[in-house]
């Protein structure tokens, strides 16, 4: 393979500009971004792009085609404003060439609907999929598969707000349409089966999950076989389930089956391969097995860094999680030191609203919280609060999650009455979210109720 891609390469010193070439060059570039190779192409779509505009023009359909792939190339590797950039050149040229109706001009947009999903920019992400959803709607109908593919997508977003009812309702509207047109075994409605039991996973309904997903990975194993990456992907998301019930020598056993399918198929440095190493790394970090958890963490971020760059999300994922590991070990400096790491890092590549590094910003909080500095822990968890109730809602779990911890620096504090108003207001986002009767709920009316004469 690495002889391939020095041949990769040296192709626009080989050849002229034709379009033969720019065929071939295309169909070379796109197999790669397929595989995971994102970052051994972006100069050949670059070469493809100038001979294009030298031979073709700027608005040849062609040309709009590779810019549009180069925005792809971008999106993959983590640089969403230069995808977005990109994605807005090559929709400007598709909305004059085609009009806004048209296929191309609609995929284009989907796709920065998509962008601004990964960005966290969840309103402006269902503002562009609900543009795309309409365009769809009225040109293809509802039951075309470009069309399902946008509904499929918004439940995503909906996911990510937190917003798991709705969630639910979109894919099942997907699954609807899809077991229809494609067939119950089709990958891309296995898909969607794959996606639901990820909302009941968030939901902490552990066995349905379990259910949703054997559900998928029977029909993949069926369709694509045991080494497909859909199959793969499900098997890894089996063992996050196992994780997430701390049901650790379960959940290992799943994230081997998928590790070892990945690397057999996809490589050791895929990015795929180098999730499921970060995966194993949280398992033995859940087991208090530092050690071991920071060696698979740093296999996991060296094949990062090679493979996808210092700021992409993924390794920043690694070295935020490498820091919780010193948080666990009792080394505060260097915890500290690896959080600004990955709080630099996020800040400029995902923004400063963005979930990962509001995520960041929460575990620094509690970092300061560990080691009794109060005050500072009180300024950080309040930075936390406000982005992710911007981004993400007053009543998703993660904005809860550092009102509750807010409450509890208060409480450590002496100050019960202030710990009393945070707790209540987390408790009211619970029941609101997570209904009255769910243990989450009933354990914090529990403490709620023990705070109440400490308050008066």
Not at 206 to 214: L, N
Not at 383 to 412: C, M, P, W, Y
Request: charged share 25%; aromatic share 12%.
């Amino acid at each position: 393979m690495e002889a391939v891609r020095v041949r990769l390469a040296e192709l626009p010193k080989l050849f002229e500009h034709t379009q033969e070439v720019f065929q071939a060059t295309l169909e070379i570039g796109c197999m790669y971004v397929d595989h995971g190779f994102d970052s051994q192409v972006g100069n050949l779509f670059q070469w493809l792009f100038e001979g294009q505009q030298e031979l073709l023009g700027d608005d040849h359909p062609d040309t709009l085609g590779t810019v549009h792939n180069m925005a792809n190339v971008f999106n993959r590797k983590g640089e969403y404003s230069k995808a977005l950039e990109w994605y807005q050149r090559a929709l400007d040229g598709f909305e004059k060439i085609f009009g806004k109706d048209h296929p191309s001009t609609l995929e284009t947009v989907h796709n920065m609907a998509y962008v601004l999903d990964s960005q966290g920019e969840y309103s402006k992400a269902l503002e562009w999929y609900q543009r795309t959803l309409d365009g769809f709607d009225k040109t293809l109908g509802k039951d075309h598969l470009s069309t399902l593919d946008t509904v499929n997508n918004m439940a995503i977003v909906f996911d990510s707000q937190g917003e798991y009812s709705k969630a639910l309702e979109w894919y099942q509207r997907a699954l609807d349409g899809r077991e229809k047109a494609l067939g119950k075994h089709h990958p891309s409605t296995l898909s969607t089966v794959y996606n639901m039991a990820i909302v009941f996973k968030r939901q902490v309904e552990y066995s349905k999950a379990v259910e949703w997903y054997q559900r998928a990975l029977d029909g993949y194993e069926k369709t694509l076989g045991k080494d497909h990456p859909s199959t793969l992907d499900t098997v890894h998301h089996m063992a996050i389930v196992f994780d997430s019930q701390c049901e650790y020598s379960k959940a290992l056993e799943w994230y081997r089956r998928a590790f070892d399918g990945r690397e057999k198929t996809l490589g050791m440095d895929h990015p795929s391969t180098l999730d499921t190493v970060h995966y194993i790394a949280n398992v033995f970090k859940g087991r208090g097995e530092y050690s071991e958890a920071l060696e698979w963490y740093q296999r996991a971020l060296e094949g990062y860094e090679k493979t996808l760059g210092k700021d992409h999300p993924s390794t920043l994922d690694t070295v935020h999680y490498m820091a919780n590991v010193f948080t666990g070990q009792g080394e505060y400096s260097k915890a500290l030191e690896w959080y600004q790491r990955a709080l630099d890092g996020r800040e400029k590549t995902l923004g400063k609203d963005h979930p990962s590094t509001l995520d960041t910003v929460h575990y620094m909080a509690s970092l300061f919280k560990g080691q009794g500095e109060y005050s500072k822990a009180l300024e950080w968890y309040q930075r936390a609060v406000d982005g992710r109730e911007k981004t993400l809602g007053k009543d998703h779990r993660s904005t809860l999650a550092s009102v509750q911890l807010v409450a509890i620096v208060f409480n450590r504090q002496g100050e019960y009455s202030k710990s009393l108003e945070w707790y209540q207001r987390a408790l009211d986002g619970f029941e609101k979210t997570l209904g009255k009767d769910h243990p989450c709920t009933l354990s914090l009316a529990e403490v709620v109720e023990t705070l109440l004469p400490l308050s008066t």
